[in-house]
């Protein structure tokens, strides 16, 4: 997938994700074609915390957000903190400064 996509995609998904866990909304079918699209690059699929893998809907992300933090403020600051590499993976694709994969047509692994 085209990492521009990856990345409007991650933002989306960020965005839902402080939604649903601040008592917000993100709806099931979002929360799951955003995480299948970002799971389709495999070092996105590593960066991605356990909690976030496992949750099936929205709402099971809500659920392990409550058992973990009490507070809204914690559980933003563990999803920016959580899904902050995955931005700095995909800004450096972008901007052509991973040291991993500098050939953006050929996938890295």
Excluded: W
């Excluded at 933002?11 to 601040?22: D, M, N, P």
């Excluded at 800004?91 to 692994?109: A, I, M, P």
């Amino acid at each position: 997938m085209d990492t521009k996509k990856l990345l409007d995609i991650a933002i989306s998904f960020k965005s839902g994700l402080i939604a649903k866990a601040t008592n917000g909304v993100y709806l099931d079918i979002d929360f799951r074609n955003d995480l299948d699209n970002l799971l389709t690059d495999k070092h996105i699929e590593k960066m991605l915390p356990s909690c976030i893998k496992r949750s099936r809907t929205a709402d099971d992300f809500r659920r392990e957000m409550q058992t973990m933090f009490d507070h809204y403020a914690e559980r933003r600051k563990y999803i920016n903190e959580e899904l902050g590499p995955i931005f700095d993976y995909l800004e450096s694709l972008l901007n052509g400064t991973d040291t991993f994969c500098t050939d953006l047509s050929r996938v890295c692994f």
